[in-house]
């Protein structure tokens, strides 16, 4: 509980509204702050900040890496195994429901950062008088805020506490663990206020959520229970409104450094700025494999000021992954890319490396690409799902084929429900492929324990195959924590009585 306490008892605000920043100028009573217009879009912009911290260091770790796509490229010179590498051998440690990963800790306090801050808006908005547009749409964009962080939490950590007023004291910061049910109940509240407040892409500032990036969120939310009819009724919409279109070029569906953001493929992305500002990015130099001598550095990045790296690389696309992809995929080429490091201990010294956010930039660790949330590929995926699961498989066939369409690939031979429910699951993971999805889709589908079995005898039977130098292999307690929810930060249930 100690960001909800925190954060709801300080507020730092900036003043530019252009890039949804936040510049520290001084700290604020949410008494005397929020009286204006002005004062609550500083706000929103505040309710948008953890979204890179969660992005760029830990979302992929719990999301990507926790699952059969990626793996870490193991340096024995790095020493001991860290809590990166627990959640990627499905190794957490795990005591009475509680766990000390910082990991864990982290995405957690930070998806809680947004409730808080979005806790702060909502409980004072509709007391005061401006541009009832201007209040929409900032209502909106907080109401999206908050079902999006509760929607990670749930979909993570199962029960936890369901805050939607604003904390003052550590009395009020610890609550129970609330249902899943009743999360659920409030997401989809959120959501569908969300869904009307909130104006169309082509209306609304670039980067900012809209009533599109609300309506996929809430359809995420249907697909996750199983509530196929109303997913489709919100997914046609978003289909025939017109705001939204597949790029000609997968390579094009994601932000460069610089340019090509949010573009019309793009539903909701997380915004990163290259430069000096503090709102950059450096998520790629994390999943590059390791150690990398400064000119192998230069010949991914392009950039000025290319230096080593040392430790250990994550996110290392797995073999998995890459014989996932049909012959002809023109997506396997724009995700994945190889390169070979003169210094690696290993024999084989050839690495995959995910090429998709592998975009061009001035300096070494410093980037503006995007992190991609929702697309409008997932958008004609999440409908031919939905349609499939109502039993109109051949209809589910129009939207599935138009994301194979933009890959090459010929139309899918699938038929039947049962064929066309594993054709659109398989076409999730290449299409989806990096972009968080996959951990999901492995336990909202019931697949994840007979698909994590079988990835985790590959890995310890071949470690070699899985990025190891020749005699090291995984810890002895790989692969045998497998929950469908991780366990809850130990720090934060040293302040509460509930967990």
Same mark, same amino acid.
């Given at each position: 509980?100690?960001s909800?306490?925190?954060?709801?008892?300080?507020?730092?605000?900036?003043?530019?509204?252009k890039?949804?920043?936040?510049?520290?100028?001084?700290?604020?009573?949410?008494?005397?702050?929020f009286?204006?217009?002005?004062?609550f879009?500083q706000?929103?912009?505040?309710?948008?900040?953890?979204?890179?911290?969660?992005?760029?260091?830990?979302?992929?770790?719990?999301?990507?890496?926790?699952s059969?796509?990626?793996?870490?490229?193991?340096?024995?010179?790095?020493?001991?195994?860290?809590?990166?590498?627990?959640?990627?051998?499905?190794?957490?440690?795990?005591?009475?429901g509680?766990?000390t990963?910082?990991?864990?800790?982290?995405l957690?306090?930070?998806e809680?950062?947004?409730?808080?801050?979005?806790n702060?808006?909502?409980?004072?908005?509709?007391g005061?008088?401006?541009d009832?547009?201007?209040?929409?749409?900032?209502?909106?964009q907080?109401?999206?805020?908050?079902?999006?962080?509760?929607?990670?939490?749930?979909r993570?950590?199962?029960?936890?506490?369901?805050?939607?007023?604003?904390?003052t004291?550590?009395?009020?910061?610890?609550?129970?663990?609330?249902s899943?049910?009743?999360?659920?109940?409030?997401?989809?509240?959120?959501?569908?206020?969300?869904?009307t407040?909130?104006?169309?892409?082509?209306?609304?500032?670039?980067?900012?959520?809209?009533?599109?990036?609300?309506?996929?969120l809430?359809? #995420?939310?249907?697909?996750?229970?199983?509530?196929?009819?109303? $997913? +489709?009724g /919100? &997914?046609?919409?978003i289909?025939?409104?017109g @705001?939204?279109?597949?790029?000609?070029?997968?390579?094009?569906?994601?932000?460069?450094?610089?340019?090509?953001?949010?573009?019309?493929e793009?539903?909701?992305?997380?915004?990163?700025?290259e430069?000096?500002?503090?709102?950059?990015g450096?998520?790629?130099?994390?999943?590059?494999?390791?150690?990398?001598?400064a000119?192998?550095?230069?010949?991914i990045?392009?950039?000025?000021?290319?230096q080593?790296?040392?430790?250990?690389?994550?996110?290392?696309p797995?073999?998995?992954?890459?014989?996932?992809?049909?012959?002809?995929?023109?997506?396997?080429?724009?995700?994945?890319?190889?390169?070979?490091?003169?210094?690696?201990?290993?024999?084989?010294?050839v690495?995959?490396?995910?090429?998709k956010?592998?975009?061009?930039?001035?300096?070494?660790? #410093?980037?503006?690409?995007?992190?991609?949330?929702?697309?409008? $590929? +997932?958008? /004609? &995926?999440?409908l031919a799902?939905?349609l499939? @699961?109502?039993?109109?498989?051949?209809?589910?066939?129009?939207?599935?084929?138009?994301?194979?369409?933009?890959?090459?690939?010929?139309?899918t031979?699938?038929?039947?429900?049962?064929?066309?429910?594993?054709?659109?699951?398989?076409?999730?993971?290449?299409?989806?492929?990096?972009?968080?999805?996959?951990?999901?889709?492995?336990?909202?589908?019931?697949?994840?324990k007979?698909v994590?079995?079988?990835?985790?005898?590959?890995?310890?039977?071949?470690?070699?195959d899985?990025?190891y130098?020749?005699?090291?292999?995984?810890?002895?307690?790989?692969?045998?924590?497998?929950?469908?929810?991780?366990?809850?930060?130990?720090?934060?249930?040293?302040?509460?009585?509930?967990?």
């Open positions: 509980m100690y909800i306490l925190l954060l709801g008892t300080v507020i730092m605000f900036g003043s530019c509204k890039f949804l920043d936040v510049v520290p100028e001084t700290s604020l009573s949410s008494a005397t702050f009286k204006t217009e002005s004062d879009e706000a929103v912009n505040a309710a948008y900040v953890p979204l890179r911290a969660i992005t760029n260091n830990n979302a992929w770790v719990l999301e990507e890496m926790h059969d796509n990626t793996y870490y490229a193991r340096n024995t010179l790095f020493g001991a195994v860290d809590n990166t590498e627990n959640v990627a051998d499905f190794a957490v440690p795990t005591s009475d509680i766990t990963n910082t990991r864990v800790r982290d957690y306090r930070q809680y950062q947004i409730i808080s801050r979005t702060q808006i909502l409980a004072s908005i509709d005061v008088d401006f009832a547009a201007s209040k929409s749409n900032l209502k909106g907080a109401l999206y805020l908050r079902a999006y962080a509760y929607f990670e939490l749930v993570l950590f199962g029960k936890v506490p369901l805050h939607l007023t604003p904390v004291n550590r009395e009020e910061a610890a609550l129970p663990l609330s899943v049910d009743s999360i659920y109940d409030q997401i989809k509240k959120d959501a569908s206020e969300a869904v407040l909130l104006p169309v892409k082509s209306k609304q500032e670039a980067g900012r959520a809209t009533s599109g990036a609300a309506a996929t809430l359809a #995420n939310v249907y697909i996750e229970l199983k509530d196929w009819a109303s $997913a +489709e /919100l &997914l046609k919409t289909v025939q409104s @705001e939204y279109k597949l790029m000609d070029d997968y390579n094009d569906a994601f932000s460069n450094s610089s340019s090509n953001k949010n573009n019309i793009s539903v909701f992305e997380v915004q990163f700025k430069g000096s500002d503090g709102y950059n450096n998520f790629m130099y994390a999943f590059l494999p390791r150690p990398m001598l000119e192998e550095v230069e010949t990045t392009h950039v000025s000021n290319p080593p790296l040392s430790e250990e690389g994550n996110n290392i797995t073999p998995d992954i890459i014989a996932a992809y049909e012959e002809g995929d023109k997506r396997e080429d724009a995700s994945i890319a190889y390169i070979t490091l003169s210094t690696s201990l290993r024999d084989n010294k690495y995959p490396y995910i090429k956010y592998a975009k061009t930039h001035a300096l070494q660790g #410093n980037t503006g690409t995007d992190w991609p949330v929702y697309r409008y $590929a +997932e958008v /004609l &995926l999440f799902e939905a499939n @699961e109502g039993n109109k498989p051949a209809e589910a066939a129009t939207y599935l084929n138009m994301v194979r369409a933009r890959a090459g690939l010929k139309a031979t699938a038929v039947s429900q049962s064929d066309m429910r594993d054709a659109i699951f398989n076409e999730r993971r290449v299409e989806l492929a990096f972009e968080n999805k996959r951990w999901f889709d492995l336990v909202r589908t019931g697949r994840m007979d994590i079995t079988a990835y985790g005898q590959r890995v310890v039977g071949n470690p070699l899985y990025y130098p020749s005699g090291a292999k995984p810890p002895s307690n790989a692969f045998t924590v497998l929950d469908t929810v991780y366990p809850l930060p130990a720090e934060e249930a040293a302040l509460t009585p509930y967990f």
